[in-house]
């Protein structure tokens, strides 16, 4: 639904968001009314107290002032409620109930200054309860007069300006043909989303320093975020409603899907046999891809444990023994490390914690256990780690001998180039083979630096043709098809359910924007129903069919031709929008380069139904997938909580608990796959 235009501009709501706020305001203002009604029949007849005629047209025009706001609520609420997301029609004087409720907070202000006013000169003399009465109802409009600010702030569309309409009544085609004034029109639109989004990014990283690199880093991502709903007119809860909405469509064909057609592993079953060691390799290095987190993953992973043991070193000052750290908070992190890994001081080689935007942390060590060389990269844990992840666009990435194009995601392409500098350049891992001459090299990390342990293996590959790097949860869209293909020699990603990070990336973005306006446009039921059956199937389940996303009177060949709502929903023309017809095959425009996930992919699915209690088993199935398998966003409340690296780690080390030989630490405490 089109933002509402009100008071000249657009507005980041849309008509039919008003129910919910509505509806809160509307129960209060009843209560209060109650309240005030009480407070005026106890005193009826009795205002004879200093300032009582004063308390008495208090109390009147506050009753007449109550119940005008209710009626004008009440009218805003059920107006707001009627038609659908892309069928504001029923909606069409929510403006000028806007303005009459607008109205009504000028005498509202006047009567909280006048009760203000009596409270502290007029109340002397007053029984204590009616001026306590009259002081909560001072303090009551206050706060719903400050609450009624911040809420038209946080609605503010900086961007409001209304948008011209397309032409009415001509074909499609035609009205996708933009006129010079048009185009000119888009072009400033453009460049002002631009620099709003500039602004935010510096105010929300006032804190980082306003260089030359930040301001390029702000720039980038500003266009990338700018660009990605400019040609949508979307407000905020109608993505809610189409998450939603999509949410439910997903189970439904997960239900459907035959269970014959997956294949299963677990520890009891016989598997292939390289499945089966590149499971317990892969649960080995994530603890040192968690580990690389340093304190703060050690103190979340143990919350009652970790600040006794940490609390000694981060308390006295090391530099003199931790001549191989780099940073800040060494202490804390260093021993952090060596708490989760069980290696001794003198197995590192090099542990840096220096953090700045295309340069994040890393270590390097002696893994005796495996007799491998070990460079763990640190994942997302800072605002400029969140920089290097949103500098998304593509870079080139040139690698001797391998033909065919060669490029990928920026911020983490830069990262790699700064580790392999400190790991080539610098000798770190010249260092570390004249110790251990046999060993091999492996490089890992989560997250973020899963991504830059990916391309850091390629840059690597050249010099050491034996290395092996495990990524954990990378980005989706990290590196082109070529180096794709190229690194499924060395590379093992892995991927725990429905995270939502390796299915991240510029084109499947583009289609979940596509399927949000399908979901939208094409469903029958108010905003208000969407969301508080959305928010009741997410908490506590139930069946998706009993949530029809479809119009009940189109025929399902209709379905395969472009939505009129969906085509309302668009600004203009876009190369990434299509309609129903290739739901099922994302595609990746010209716009954007497609990118895909390094190496092979091992994919870990809980087996079992979608939901259980927080107290159920978990049980783990193993299987390798391919790319294709992740070019689609799913919407799940595991998303976020699957790709969480002590997740991932408990994962893998109750899919490998059962070998002769521990992987895992404390894995006794983990939950065995069957």
């Known amino acids: 639904m089109p933002g509402m235009v009100a008071f000249g501009r657009r507005w980041g709501i849309a008509s039919d968001d008003l129910v919910f706020p509505g509806a809160v305001e509307l129960f209060v203002r009843i209560l209060w009314w109650i309240g005030t009604l009480i407070l005026y029949t106890l005193h009826k007849g009795k205002f004879g107290c200093n300032g009582g005629g004063i308390l008495h047209s208090y109390l009147v025009v506050l009753l007449v002032l109550l119940a005008l706001i209710i009626l004008s609520l009440c009218a805003i609420v059920y107006v707001s409620a009627q038609g659908t997301i892309t069928n504001p029609g029923p909606r069409r004087s929510i403006p000028a109930l806007v303005y009459v409720r607008a109205l009504l907070y000028v005498p509202e202000l006047v009567w909280a200054c006048l009760g203000a006013v009596w409270v502290s000169d007029d109340s002397q003399g007053c029984e204590p309860a009616t001026v306590g009465a009259v002081i909560a109802a001072v303090v009551a409009s206050w706060i719903v007069l400050l609450s009624t600010g911040l809420g038209v702030v946080f609605v503010f569309d900086p961007l409001g300006n209304p948008r011209p309409p397309p032409a009415a009544m001509q074909p499609l085609g035609v009205r996708d043909m933009e006129s010079s004034e048009s ?331 596509r399927r949000i306006l399908k979901m939208v446009s094409n469903c029958n039921k108010p905003k208000y129903c969407i969301l508080l059956q959305g928010c009741w199937y997410e908490l506590f389940g139930g069946d998706p069919d009993d949530f029809p996303t479809e119009m009940d009177n189109r025929r399902e060949d209709e379905l395969s031709q472009p939505l009129l709502g969906e085509e309302s929903l668009m600004i203009r023309h876009s190369s990434s929008y299509q309609s129903l017809a290739s739901e099922d095959s994302p595609v990746h425009t010209a716009a954007h380069l497609p990118l895909y996930l390094p190496g092979r992919i091992l994919h870990i699915t809980e087996d079992g139904p979608s939901r259980r209690s927080c107290f159920s088993q978990v049980r783990y199935r193993a299987e390798w997938s391919s790319e294709t398998a992740f070019r689609s966003v799913l919407i799940s409340p595991r998303m976020l909580a699957d790709h969480m690296p002590d997740t991932v780690l408990r994962a893998l080390c109750s899919l490998t608990s059962d070998r002769p030989f521990p992987l895992c630490p404390s894995s006794s405490r983990h939950l065995n796959a069957i």
């Open 183 to 513: 185009s000119q029109f888009l072009s400033t639109a453009r460049s002002l989303a631009i620099q709003v989004w500039e602004n935010r990014l510096r105010l929300l990283c006032c804190c980082l320093p306003q260089d030359e690199g930040h301001r390029a880093a702000f720039s980038s991502i500003a266009q990338l975020v700018s660009g990605f709903f400019s040609d949508t007119d979307l407000v905020p809860s109608d993505i809610a409603a189409g998450l939603a909405l999509l949410h439910q469509e997903q189970d439904k064909m997960e239900q459907c899907r035959d269970p014959d057609d997956v294949v299963l592993h677990s520890p009891s079953s016989p598997i292939d046999e390289d499945l089966e060691a590149q499971l317990e390799k892969a649960a080995h290095c994530m603890q040192f891809a968690a580990a690389a987190y340093g304190w703060p993953m050690y103190i979340y992973s143990n919350p009652l444990t970790g600040p006794c043991k940490l609390s000694p070193d981060c308390c006295r000052s090391q530099a003199a023994e931790y001549d191989i750290v780099g940073g800040e908070n060494l202490g804390c992190h260093f021993s952090s490390i060596l708490l989760s890994t069980g290696l001794q001081y003198r197995d590192f080689i090099h542990v840096s914690f220096h953090n700045q935007i295309y340069e994040i942390p890393f270590f390097v060590a002696l893994d005796h256990k495996r007799e491998a060389i070990l460079v763990a990269v640190r994942g997302t844990l800072s605002l400029k780690d969140v920089l290097t992840d949103l500098s998304a666009e593509c870079e080139n990435l040139p690698v001797e001998g391998l033909t065919g194009t060669c490029y990928a995601h920026k911020g983490m392409s830069q990262a790699a180039g700064y580790i392999y500098k400190k790991l080539v350049n610098d000798g770190i891992l010249n260092q570390a083979f004249s110790i251990a001459p046999e060993y091999k090299l492996v490089v890992t990390g989560h997250s973020l630096g899963g991504g830059t342990a990916s391309l850091l293996a390629i840059l690597l590959r050249n010099l050491y043709p034996t290395l092996q790097c495990y990524s954990f949860s990378p980005p989706g869209g990290l590196m082109s098809k070529t180096l794709a293909d190229y690194s499924k020699d060395f590379v093992v990603s892995v991927v725990l359910g429905k995270d939502l990070v390796p299915r991240l990336s510029i084109p499947n973005m583009e289609d979940l924007k």
